[in-house]
């Protein structure tokens, strides 16, 4: 493995040479796409878990881990209702319910963020410093919350150094080194299964739980990610392509969970 911004560019398995830079892959797969599958897998192996994604693409992930690999997932409106995956009712879920599946580990968030650190400390409230800051953001909301009690992933659509920065100038969704800094009480549910940005997918697997490149998304370099991140990734001397959609997720993507192609919108080439 390498720390190196300027990792090997040959270091991508299944990276062709010559690969297209356009939003559309050779196999006719848009970036945006990729990114809906990245989202998608997150919830893989999950089980029956409150899936509780946020913005379009983690949405249209979410339906589809449901209506594929993960067909135990529970998905809702945001209110009051589980619903399926084309947004039929399915059942009731009351506040207190919601909050007993939040406090239990037993719901999978994912989150927007504004800055994100090496240790996946997440940061939605303010840029500056606090007293005086630069922008005023969301606030906390339900960060500290749900990062503490159940797993939360990220989606980043515009990768950039602006947004992953070496230190978050305030902790909303708690890291890695931020929960164990807390100790047990605050590591028993803490996990970040993943992070994906328009660039590729992100994960913790490491020593010090420092942010790894997972995967690539295809047309993507190594360096073109270190290049848009502000600090040193842990780089594997092997770092595959994210994954394409079957047939069947394709069609499904295209045809039932967004047929006006909303997603190329949020994620251009």
């Not at 739980?209 to 001397?237: I, K, Q, W, Y």
């Given at each position: 493995?390498?720390?190196v911004?300027?990792?090997?560019?040959?270091?991508?398995?299944?990276?062709?040479?010559?690969?297209?830079?356009?939003?559309?892959?050779?196999?006719?797969?848009?970036?945006?796409?990729?990114?809906?599958?990245?989202?998608?897998?997150?919830w893989r192996?999950?089980?029956?878990?409150?899936?509780?994604?946020?913005?379009?693409?983690?949405?249209?992930?979410?339906?589809?881990?449901?209506?594929?690999?993960?067909?135990?997932?529970?998905?809702?409106?945001?209110?009051?209702?589980?619903?399926?995956?084309?947004?039929?009712?399915?059942?009731?879920?009351?506040?207190?319910?919601?909050?007993?599946?939040v406090?239990?580990g037993?719901?999978?968030?994912?989150?927007?963020?504004?800055?994100?650190?090496?240790?996946?400390?997440?940061?939605?409230?303010?840029?500056?410093?606090?007293?005086?800051?630069?922008?005023?953001?969301?606030?906390?909301?339900?960060?500290?919350?749900?990062?503490?009690?159940?797993?939360?992933?990220?989606?980043?659509?515009?990768?950039?150094?602006r947004?992953?920065?070496?230190?978050?100038?305030?902790?909303?969704?708690?890291?890695?080194?931020?929960?164990?800094?807390?100790?047990?009480?605050?590591?028993?549910?803490?996990?970040?299964?993943?992070?994906?940005?328009?660039?590729?997918?992100?994960?913790?697997?490491?020593?010090?739980?420092?942010?790894?490149?997972?995967?690539?998304?295809?047309?993507?370099?190594?360096?073109?990610?270190?290049?848009?991140?502000?600090?040193?990734?842990?780089?594997?001397?092997?770092?595959?392509?994210?994954?394409?959609?079957?047939?069947?997720?394709?069609?499904?993507?295209?045809?039932?969970?967004?047929?006006?192609?909303?997603?190329?919108?949020?994620?251009?080439?």
């Amino acid at each position: 493995m390498s720390a190196v911004p300027g990792a090997n560019p040959g270091a991508t398995s299944g990276a062709a040479p010559g690969a297209p830079r356009s939003g559309v892959t050779r196999s006719g797969v848009t970036r945006a796409e990729y990114c809906v599958i990245a989202c998608a897998e997150a919830w893989r192996g999950d089980g029956e878990v409150l899936a509780s994604p946020m913005g379009l693409i983690p949405s249209i992930g979410a339906r589809l881990a449901r209506r594929t690999f993960s067909p135990d997932l529970l998905l809702t409106d945001g209110e009051a209702l589980l619903i399926g995956p084309d947004g039929t009712p399915e059942g009731w879920l009351p506040y207190r319910q919601h909050l007993a599946l939040v406090t239990g580990g037993r719901r999978h968030v994912m989150m927007g963020a504004s800055q994100i650190d090496r240790f996946g400390n997440q940061n939605i409230s303010c840029v500056g410093d606090w007293e005086r800051p630069t922008r005023q953001l969301l606030g906390v909301r339900g960060g500290p919350v749900n990062t503490l009690n159940n797993p939360v992933s990220y989606w980043v659509p515009r990768h950039s150094a602006r947004v992953f920065v070496p230190k978050v100038d305030m902790i909303g969704g708690v890291g890695y080194d931020s929960a164990a800094a807390a100790g047990p009480t605050a590591t028993r549910f803490h996990r970040i299964p993943r992070v994906v940005s328009n660039l590729g997918v992100f994960d913790f697997a490491t020593g010090d739980r420092s942010m790894r490149l997972a995967s690539l998304h295809p047309g993507v370099t190594v360096e073109e990610v270190a290049a848009a991140t502000g600090f040193e990734l842990t780089v594997p001397d092997d770092v595959p392509y994210t994954r394409e959609p079957s047939p069947a997720e394709l069609r499904s993507i295209r045809e039932d969970l967004d047929p006006k192609g909303l997603r190329d919108r949020e994620v251009k080439g």
